[in-house]
């Protein structure tokens, strides 16, 4: 590379990419706390970016997992994941087989199909091989394993100075434990349980001799466990029941929601991928379900993730936005620790349970290093009352509401400006904490970073909103008072950051205050969120609007993060420049409070016409902010994650955003405010919509300049629906 100016990167929890993908197109699967990553042939190989493997526990319990025929890896035909996401399915064959300068086995001969479910802390796969040949084959089939136990902390890219020991191999009757005693003192085993027995078992190979007679096939079926210090799996259960309770399972929840279908498959196509993405981050905890962030470097607990995605889905299900609640609020920190950046009240950002983490060699096992998360976890709440009525859950949480409260006004805005700003404590925590927590994602317009403490635009719009949510939550419980007080500090907030954010000259808030109070005068995405919390005011959000929907920041597939003329915009970066498809849902939904349809229909067209590009119509974590070139794909970020939680549950927000839907299950009302449906939404159907026990199904149609008329089909229970034109 020629000379240029020297680039650092000190951020210790930067996700490290060395290299491309061999292949981009991985194969995930995940249940409960345990992932898989393939590659498209349903194998673990050693090259390519690293991220291949299963984990459990953010560790990754086997490190490399390849199927061989005789010497080699069969020819890929295919690779799918299952349209509900629950199994992985793999076409093969074998390649042509060579003996004394003929082909003896021409390729196409032999079919092998694997398929593979994740249940119960385990990986099951099934092997079908078929001859389709007209003599019989002979030949060894081979399975070649290995486990590393390393952290996904390492895998990102952080170097540690020891690790645990390795323990020697224990081949079993039916196959092999491989163990790893970490330095935290658990011991982690991979389980290895093949059905039937292989004719040879090594430390890192299983071995079967195969002959199929012309039309024969031949099944074999192996479990791959993960256990940490007393779990044993026992006896490996048959992949028919494991894949008959896996199913049952999705079908329970699929149960709980209603259904959706418009007339434009390719829609549909992205609708329900993202569902099944949902429904695949979704993961039980002793709270009720919660949505891990993402696969591969997130799936875990977040705070903020998952408050934003059960914001963008509780139309649909709120029953996420009650576990979500109810975990928060009993993990919410109760004393000043700063080495996790935890004050009282303050709502969690991240826990994990890895070894690096229990070490405490990284901060993150119980970590509060979020600005956001406090404010938007009271706004939650105040949604989740409208849209179920559930008084009783919200008494049960209402203490932890209003500690949260206390820390926005005490520990939130530590130097009593009536604004929230942030500052790390830990040395080892985020330098910023507010969703873009990139090192370098805070700046003038000059390019010249801000200093701490940060108070971020988006952010006091959350204050406002949740100020405002926990207003009506008081006069709900009897506290009058304290109703107009909240109210009262909404409104005083809303006067002074209109006065201090809102930047004249480029039609626009201020990204934020640093330290000094100056305003970062640059134009980025985070000012559409004040659109979405609702502090701005009318003739500020139209020209917010114009301003997040020019070229300068909208590509054709999406709003950028930051404008295209701006210091230190680059599209192929994390959070200057890039696209992330949950960031344009939450601004489409702030440009329909302020009946802005027009843009909301043209971030849902971009965003949809992106995911017909990508693989398996699943939109990624984020992707780069390239402008539209005709005929050409979005272009891809190297190291995003796919499923992302909160990129799933963009389509809902969005389709709610145009169609102006909002549920008042207290009121027993169904509100459809102008709404909008573009000309490739001619029909869209919703079908068992549930409010409190009333239900019903609608038909929305399309007509002139994309006016939609509401027809009920089906209601049962007393529910009224009503549409304001």
């Known amino acids: 590379m020629a000379r240029g100016e020297v680039i650092r990167i000190r951020n210790e929890f930067y996700i490290r990419s060395s290299s491309a993908r061999v292949d981009v197109r991985t194969r995930v699967l995940k249940q409960g706390d345990m992932f898989a990553v393939f590659d498209r042939f349903g194998d673990v190989e050693t090259f390519g970016s690293g991220e291949l493997g299963l984990y459990y526990q953010d560790t990754r319990f086997l490190s490399r997992l390849?199927?061989?025929?005789?010497?080699?890896?069969?020819?890929?035909?295919?690779?799918?994941?299952?349209?509900?996401?629950?199994?992985?399915?793999?076409?093969?064959?074998?390649?042509?087989?060579?003996?004394?300068?003929?082909?003896?086995?021409?390729?196409?001969?032999?079919?092998?199909?694997?398929?593979?479910?994740?249940?119960d802390k385990a990986c099951h796969e099934r092997l079908r091989i078929h001859n389709y040949g007209r003599a019989a084959v002979d030949f060894t089939l081979s399975i070649e394993f290995d486990a590393d136990f390393a952290d996904i902390f390492e895998l990102r890219g952080m170097r540690r100075e020891r690790h645990g020991r390795r323990l020697e191999p224990e081949i079993t009757d039916d196959g092999i434990v491989l163990a790893y005693e970490g330095l935290d003192r658990r011991f982690r085993r991979t389980r290895i349980m093949f059905d039937p027995r292989p004719s040879r078992v090594s430390k890192s190979v299983v071995t079967c001799q195969v002959h199929l007679e012309s039309g024969e096939d031949a099944s074999y079926q192996w479990t791959i466990a993960c256990e940490v210090d007393g779990d044993s799996h026992g006896e490996s259960e048959s992949y028919e029941k494991v894949m008959h309770e896996a199913t049952a399972a999705l079908q329970r929840t699929r149960a709980r929601e209603p259904h959706i279908f418009a007339d434009n498959e390719q829609f549909n196509d992205w609708l329900n991928r993202s569902l099944a993405d949902l429904h695949m981050m979704r993961t039980e905890t002793r709270y009720g379900p919660y949505p891990y962030a993402g696969v591969p470097w997130f799936s875990t607990v977040f705070g903020r993730d998952g408050i934003i995605t059960a914001l963008q889905s509780l139309w649909f299900d709120p029953s996420v936005a009650r576990g979500v609640l109810a975990y928060l609020a009993a993990n919410q920190a109760d004393a000043e620790k700063p080495g996790q950046d935890a004050q009282p009240g303050k709502v969690l950002?991240?826990?994990?349970?890895?070894?690096?983490?229990v070490l405490g060699e990284v901060p993150f096992r119980r970590y509060y290093g979020s600005i956001d998360a406090t404010p938007l976890f009271v706004m939650l709440a105040g949604a989740y009352y409208k849209r179920t009525g559930d008084r009783a859950f919200v008494e049960s949480i209402w203490s932890n509401l209003q500690r949260a409260l206390q820390w926005i006004d005490h520990y939130g805005d530590a130097d009593g400006d009536g604004f929230v700003e942030y500052s790390r404590r830990s040395k080892h925590g985020l330098l910023h904490q507010g969703w873009k927590d990139s090192q370098d994602s805070v700046f003038h317009s000059d390019g010249v970073l801000a200093e701490a403490p940060i108070a971020l635009c988006e952010v006091q719009s959350y204050v406002y909103a949740a100020k405002l949510a926990a207003s009506d939550l008081a006069l709900l419980l009897g506290d009058s008072t304290a109703a107009q007080e909240l109210k009262n500090q909404a409104e005083s907030l809303r006067g002074r950051f209109e006065e201090i954010f809102w930047c004249e000259d480029i039609s626009t808030y201020a990204l934020a205050l640093d330290g000094s109070k100056r305003p970062c005068r640059v134009r980025t995405s985070n000012a559409g969120h004040c659109l979405f919390a609702g502090i701005a005011t009318e003739e500020h959000a139209r020209r917010v609007a114009t301003t997040l929907t020019d070229e300068t920041s909208f590509s054709g597939w999406g709003i950028r993060t930051v404008a295209s003329n701006?210091?230190?915009?680059?599209?192929?970066?994390?959070?200057?420049?890039?696209?992330?498809?949950?960031?344009?849902?939450?601004?489409?939904?702030?440009?329909?409070?302020?009946?802005?349809?027009?843009?909301?229909?043209?971030?849902?067209?971009?965003?949809?016409?992106?995911?017909?590009?990508?693989?398996?119509?699943?939109?990624?974590?984020l992707f780069c902010g390239f402008p539209r070139r005709p005929g050409e794909a979005p272009t891809l970020y190297p190291v995003a994650c796919a499923p992302q939680a909160w990129a799933s549950g963009a389509v809902f927000l969005l389709l709610q955003a145009c169609l102006g839907l909002d549920v008042f299950a207290p009121e027993r009302r169904l509100v459809f405010s102008k709404p909008f449906l573009p000309q490739f939404l001619p029909q869209v159907s919703i079908r068992d919509l549930k409010v409190a026990d009333a239900s019903v199904d609608l038909l929305l149609t399309r007509h002139d300049e994309g006016d939609v008329g509401v027809n009920v089909l089906r209601r049962n229970g007393i529910l009224d629906v009503v549409v304001l034109k």
């Open 66 to 119: 390849t199927l061989k025929l005789g010497k080699d890896r069969p020819l890929l035909l295919s690779s799918t994941v299952r349209e509900d996401n629950a199994i992985l399915a793999v076409d093969a064959t074998n390649p042509d087989v060579w003996r004394d300068s003929e082909i003896v086995v021409p390729r196409g001969t032999i079919h092998v199909f694997r398929s593979k479910i994740l249940w």
């Open 349 to 357: 950002h991240e826990f994990r349970d890895d070894e690096m983490a």
């Open 566 to 621: 701006e210091a230190r915009y680059n599209p192929m970066s994390y959070h200057n420049g890039s696209i992330w498809p949950h960031d344009n849902s939450l601004i489409a939904a702030g440009f329909a409070r302020y009946d802005l349809k027009g843009s909301v229909a043209m971030v849902l067209a971009g965003m949809m016409d992106a995911s017909i590009f990508f693989d398996l119509h699943r939109l990624p974590e």
